[in-house]
């Protein structure tokens, strides 16, 4: 039999207790068991015979005594190796962190350090685990030895309370907490980071008044009974309660560019579930990932959305419905386009952005995808939290499963009859149907739904009807062999009782509704409907019997319009009813052409005063899209084309981006007619490059060249020559794009195409500022500008505006550029285009720069990568990054910019490279002082004629010639720069340049 080493543990927080591979060993009581704690409290260490002798028998006794003690120890132990003798010293043969004393104090340092480092959870969580291991006091009563052990224990322990309740404050908590907080600082007076706390949660309670109150108790206490203040940290924290800062929970500065959740609001009160709410709400705010498990119809989503309501996390709350999702989505892209990011790394720099809390709703049918997704976010995004609802848990090491039972009767009958007022108003309570309804209510084993969808009824029958009828049909719920999932045995019953009451009509409606993804318009209903030769004139009365039966669910939104959408167990029970009529194609066919006609609609209308509507069409009907797309992909791919391209357009005003491309690119086959290809290519190159890929928006472009150039249609020769230009813009070729603005701007003009015109003129106009061609620019801006004026192109008409904020910069007209550039990113706001407002917003920070406006450019810089960032735009994140490391160098904060140049680096490298990687590069070097570095980008930068690269490589190069002791050669590179310079004076100022500063200051020559 092979040799398994023995494992010892000690536990003295309570009752000693001594095992060994797990299993309690018998330890005999009195000294032999002091003993054992005595040489535990040192584990590890050797403890010398006459300390032992001295602290055991402090009044005298022999070596043969601990000698006897020593070798029971042993037997009780089952080995002797387990007490080593050694020098005149014994030694207890256990690890430190299997003693419970020892692992907590490491428990607690590693909490400490925790919450110093803003890691409020990992603090929470080892506070936790440290405090759950004191079972009582140090478990022996004699021995004044062990009176410095147990008062550093009760230390340790009240310094672990104190981190718990510090970290769940920093994790958000508030008036929760005061009961509780109240109780310990009445029994620890002094331990003034309670007080902190306490005074914290009172403030974020709503209780401003007894915070303060609390800091004059806990003052008067240490003034009276220490004759001392209150240490800085509660001075400070008292001050911040009275300026009502936003650090302790006062309201925060408005932001700019707002990044709202998506929670749908509640038409219903939650019944029942208050405990729930507060107990699920506390996990969320200690743990990273909670999931709620739980049958169907328990009303897990109700309780998660009532639980986020309540809380406001920087980043946002966000809810993922993923009933509509098969086992084959990207569920980390689904995730992306809930948040309106464009892909991967747009998400995670969104969600590195700010804490936030992400919803994934119905996780039971996804659970391999669904847990690796979660694993791999908890590990990557330190700020985000998730909770999940599904019927079984995901199976992961950092999940709490937070068990959702069912309703107790009272909550069941409670629930019962709240709803059935709803239905009917005077509805007679008596002892006769009081009785019912808690029949009723247990027949349902407390399930909300199922309740729901019962009380749904007394609208048109009796309580007494609904038992009745209730006993002949659910007795399918109470099935256990069924081999249909857990759900659907639950609440098949239920729900095919409401069902076969419905009018033929109304079957029909259920139909319907569970071909659409998420939530549909009433248009979108009614053309389904028809179909299935419903009357258009009966749609909303068929409505109307569903919603009042519980069985449809009416979403509203803030402009007033109202959209339908299905349970999800009622989805699932309507689509079968819809396969055994043999309409599902039908009824799939006829949601694909609604959204196809949608998409022409939006085709049409994008860059018009209607554009505002189809970006809220895009972004309402997006899951709908998405499944009319797949649809038609294996059974109408024309369709599929057609619904792409519609909604092309949009989907760049939106700033979809990589997502959008992919869509379009998966509806093309080899029976796709070229001009179709073609179109597809083009906006797919744009949405790439619109987020930063250059690198697949040329391959996109060089596949629609090479198709186009098979045509005669001169437009779409010209369409190539256009997204060409936005291309090379995004590469920062500024006369490769100009060429291309021009090239189609001739065919445009010829064929009268009004916004392409347009187009073509802000590329045009744009790249003539990037040469700093100004009155070319102000031309062409001024009419393109007046174009989409007529044309009601507000997106078009923002970036227009821009350009005399541009045109006012190269001028050095500074202040105007300001008020321009500034009020291009507010009006970019105010129409939703978060993209747009975070270019415009790192155009102004630019500005202020070079202003001299050093704190405002700062802050203008912080709030351009935040918009970038929530838009999905790598490259004016990248780009917003790179300006502000310039401008950390220029004030003389350069290492600080470090980090911003290397994660631009990171990005170009996985991105194609394109405008800014070279400058990133070129700052990068000098700021660390990299002359071999800065000697390739000067070759680079020659060879691609970028000469305001050549010219900061030149002023680095010549500063380490200065500092290295040669000021003749720092004096020619330095003059190589300066006669360059003119070339990019409107680009760069002196203060740009600080490497040439200190040369000058080094070599002693004046600034010239």
């Known amino acids: 039999m092979p040799y398994s080493r023995r494992v010892l543990t000690v536990a003295v927080l309570g009752v000693v207790e001594a095992r060994s591979n797990g299993d309690r060993l018998s330890v005999p009581a009195g000294k032999t068991t002091e003993l054992l704690v005595r040489l535990a409290l040192e584990a590890g260490s050797s403890v010398r015979v006459d300390a032992l002798l001295e602290d055991l028998w402090p009044h005298g006794t022999g070596r043969n005594t601990l000698q006897s003690k020593v070798s029971q120890l042993r037997r009780a132990l089952g080995s002797k190796d387990f007490v080593a003798a050694e020098n005149d010293t014994y030694r207890l043969a256990v690890d430190p962190s299997g003693v419970d004393a020892l692992y907590v104090t490491h428990l607690a340092a590693t909490a400490s350090a925790a919450r110093r480092a803003g890691d409020a959870t990992t603090a929470l969580e080892r506070a936790k685990e440290a405090l759950a291991l004191f079972r009582g006091e140090m478990g022996i009563d004699d021995g004044d030895w062990a009176a410095p052990h147990r008062a550093r224990l009760e230390e340790v322990r009240l310094g672990l309370l104190e981190d718990v309740m510090a970290a769940r404050v920093d994790l958000g908590a508030g008036g929760e907490l005061v009961a509780e907080l109240e109780t310990l600082v009445t029994q620890h007076p002094l331990r003034e980071r309670l007080w902190g706390s306490l005074m914290t949660a009172l403030y974020r309670g709503g209780r401003q008044s007894d915070a303060l109150a609390a800091y004059a108790r806990v003052r008067k206490l240490l003034v009276d009974e220490l004759g001392v203040e ?34 749908p609001r509640s038409r219903t009160a939650l019944v029942g579930r208050v405990r729930e709410c507060a107990s699920l709400r506390d996990l969320v705010a200690a743990h990273r990932f909670v999931n709620v498990v739980g049958p169907a119809g328990v009303g897990k989503t109700r309780l998660m959305l009532e639980t986020a309501s309540h809380t406001q996390p920087p980043g946002g709350v966000w809810l993922v419905r993923l009933e509509a999702v098969d086992g084959s989505a990207d569920l980390e892209q689904v995730v992306a386009e809930t948040l309106h990011v464009a892909g991967r790394m747009q998400l995670r720099e969104r969600l ?14 996804l659970v391999t ?45 409670q629930l019962f ?39 749904a009824r007394v609208r048109s029958l009796s309580i007494e009807d609904i038992a009745r009828r209730l006993d002949d049909r659910f007795a399918l719920l109470q099935d256990p062999s069924g081999n249909r999932p857990e759900r659907r045995r639950a609440l098949a019953g239920a729900i095919g009782w ?28 009614e053309h389904v ?39 999800d167990s009622i989805r699932a029970y309507a689509s079968e009813r819809l396969a055994d009529s043999q309409l599902t ?33 895009a972004r309402t009907e997006r899951a709908n899209v998405h499944s009319a797309l797949s649809w038609s992909r294996t059974n109408d791919p024309d369709l599929g084309v057609r619904i792409a391209l519609g909604f092309g357009w949009t989907w760049v005003v939106l700033g979809d981006g990589p997502a959008a491309a992919a869509r379009v690119r998966s509806t093309l086959s080899s029976t796709t007619p070229p001009l179709h290809t073609v179109s597809a290519h083009l906006v797919a190159s744009w949405l790439e490059a619109s987020a930063g890929n250059v690198a697949l928006a040329q391959q996109d472009l060089d596949t629609a060249a090479s198709i186009a150039g098979q045509l005669t249609t001169a437009e779409f020769k010209a369409d190539v020559a256009r997204h060409r230009a936005f291309v090379f813009l995004q590469q920062g070729l500024a ?12 065919t445009y003009r010829d064929l009268d195409l009004q916004w392409e015109t347009a187009a073509s003129l802000i590329l045009a106009a744009y790249g003539e500022l990037m040469i700093g061609d100004t009155a070319a620019a102000a031309r062409d801006g001024a009419e393109a500008a007046r174009i989409l004026t007529q044309l009601g192109d507000s997106w078009g008409l923002v970036h227009a505006k821009a350009m005399l904020g541009g045109i006012a910069q190269v001028e050095r007209r500074f202040e105007d550029a300001i008020d321009a550039l500034g009020g291009a990113a507010k009006e970019s706001a105010a129409l939703g285009f978060v993209g747009q407002a975070g270019l415009h917003l790192g155009s102004l920070a630019r500005v202020q720069q070079r202003a001299g406006h050093t704190a405002d450019a700062t802050a203008t810089f912080a709030q351009a990568i935040t918009a970038a960032t929530a838009s999905g735009d790598g490259r004016m994140v990248a780009a917003a990054k790179l300006n502000l490391a310039r401008l950390m160098r220029s004030t003389g904060n350069g290492p600080a910019a470090v980090p911003y140049l290397r994660e631009n680096l990171d990005w170009y490298a996985g991105a194609g490279g394109g405008d800014g990687a070279l400058l990133s590069r070129c700052v990068l070097a000098a700021e660390t002082d990299d002359e071999t570095s800065l000697e390739v980008v000067l070759k680079l930068a020659r060879s691609e004629k970028h000469d305001l690269v050549a010219v900061l490589a030149l002023d680095g190069l010549a500063r380490l010639q200065a500092e290295a002791g040669d000021p003749a050669n720092a004096t020619v590179l330095l003059a190589e720069a300066d006669a360059l310079y003119p070339a990019v004076a409107h680009l760069l100022d002196d203060a740009d340049r600080p490497d040439r500063a200190a040369v000058l200051a080094t070599t002693g020559k004046p600034h010239a």
């Open 735 to 746: 006369h490769e794009a100009l060429a291309c603005s021009v090239a189609s701007l001739a």
């Open 417 to 455: 009859w709240a709803r059935a007022r709803q239905m009917r108003r005077q509805l007679v309570v008596d002892i006769d149907s009081t009785a019912l309804v808690e029949e009723v209510c247990q027949s349902l084993d407390g399930l909300p739904l199922a309740i729901e969808l019962a009380a």
């Open 529 to 567: 409907l028809g179909a299935l030769d419903v009357p258009k004139d009966a749609v909303v009365d068929t409505l109307t019997r569903l919603v009042d039966r519980s069985l449809v669910t009416v979403d509203g939104s803030d402009d007033g319009r109202v959209r339908y959408r299905l349970l």
């Open 585 to 617: 194609e039908t009824v799939h066919r006829a949601h694909a052409v609604w959204y196809a006609q949608r998409a022409d609609w939006c085709a049409e209308n994008i860059r018009s005063a209607n554009q505002p509507t189809c970006l809220t069409i």
């Open 230 to 263: 209150p240490a800085p940290a509660l001075r400070t924290l008292e001050r911040e309660l009275l300026l009502q800062s936003a650090v302790v929970g006062g309201d925060p500065a408005p932001n700019p560019v707002a990044v709202p959740s998506n929670l």
């Open 498 to 525: 409401s069902y076969d009451l419905l009018f033929p009509d109304d079957q029909r409606g259920l139909w319907a509704l569970s071909c659409f993804a998420g939530s549909a318009c009433l248009g979108a209903v």
């Open 352 to 365: 590195l952005g700010a804490q936030t809390l992400l919803l994934l709703d119905n996780c039971e049918h």
């Open 369 to 413: 995808n669904a847990s690796a997704l979660v694993a791999q976010f908890l590990w990557d995004l330190p700020g985000l939290s998730i909770c999940a609802t599904s019927q079984v848990p995901l199976g992961l090491d950092d999940e709490l499963v937070f068990h959702l039972e069912p309703l107790s009767q009272p909550d069941s009958v």
